[in-house]
């Protein structure tokens, strides 16, 4: 694929603070985000997904999949696609606070995943046990790195305790975490559930982010 590799530049806006200019800026030259409109995706998050199953394979062709924070859909697109549920092979169930676009092969309820009765309303769509559980979740941030680090990963011990409830044998557990120190606590607890757990960064996933990503495997029931 030809890109152009040239610098974009803004136009002068009184109207933008320094944050919003150069989250645009980055935003305009980021290769994945291009890469991202050209190939249909509705986020540069995809790439970190179809990164991370490149090499970890567990996205296959008639598995059973729930996406938590689904919005803007750039995850389940890649689900959808990998395990076949566009063509009636796998599923993928999605939930998010927002409102997304329809996906070809992904039933989508708008939900807050910390609402009581979400995780019985996601087991009537899935209808089973699934194969794999993604959260890319990570809530409004304040600016407060430490604050910040303890809100995500209270969202992923949610997740992880959901995913233990619904993952069949052998199931996959993948959810984003923010550096900070109690991450290291999720994965000894997700150690007694699973085969192997490791933390892993795609390259999509910038180097100057503190996210890092929990994989688990090889649930063990």
């Known amino acids: 694929?030809?890109?152009?590799?040239?610098?974009?530049?803004?136009?002068?806006?009184?109207?933008?603070?320094?944050s919003s200019r150069e989250w645009l800026l980055r935003q305009l030259n980021d290769?994945?985000?291009?890469?991202?409109?050209?190939?249909?995706?509705?986020?540069?998050a995809a790439y970190k997904l179809i990164e991370i199953d490149d090499k970890a394979r567990f996205l296959r062709r008639g598995a059973r999949v729930v996406d938590l924070?689904?919005?803007?859909?750039?995850?389940?697109?890649?689900a959808a696609s990998r395990v076949g549920a566009k063509d009636g092979k796998g599923k993928v169930v999605a939930i998010d606070l927002l409102d997304i676009e329809?996906?070809?092969?992904?039933?989508?309820?708008?939900?807050?995943?910390?609402?009581e009765d979400a995780p019985e309303k996601l087991k009537e769509m899935l209808g089973g046990p699934a194969d794999i559980v993604l959260s890319d979740m990570a809530g409004n941030t304040t600016?407060?790195?430490?604050?910040?680090?303890?809100?995500?990963?209270?969202?992923?011990?949610?997740?992880?305790?959901?995913?233990?409830?619904?993952?069949?044998?052998?199931g996959t557990f993948l959810a984003k975490v923010i550096q900070g120190g109690t991450e290291h606590t999720l994965l000894s607890e997700l150690k007694k559930n699973f085969a192997s757990?490791?933390?892993?960064?795609?390259?999509?996933?910038?180097?100057?982010?503190?996210?890092?990503?929990?994989?688990a495997q090889g649930f063990r029931g």
């Not at 694929?1 to 320094?18: C, G, I, V, W, Y």
């Not at 329809?102 to 609402?115: E, H, W, Y």
């Open 69 to 78: 924070g689904a919005a803007p859909g750039g995850w389940s697109q890649v």
């Open 31 to 44: 290769p994945y985000v291009r890469r991202a409109k050209s190939e249909g995706y509705r986020s540069r």
């Open 197 to 215: 757990v490791k933390h892993v960064k795609p390259p999509a996933s910038r180097s100057d982010s503190a996210e890092l990503y929990v994989l």
């Open 143 to 170: 600016g407060h790195r430490q604050t910040d680090h303890l809100k995500i990963m209270a969202l992923v011990e949610t997740a992880a305790e959901f995913a233990r409830e619904v993952l069949a044998p052998g």
């Open 102 to 115: 329809a996906i070809p092969g992904v039933t989508f309820m708008q939900l807050d995943f910390l609402d």
């Open 1 to 18: 694929m030809t890109t152009d590799r040239r610098k974009k530049k803004l136009r002068p806006s009184r109207q933008r603070t320094a």
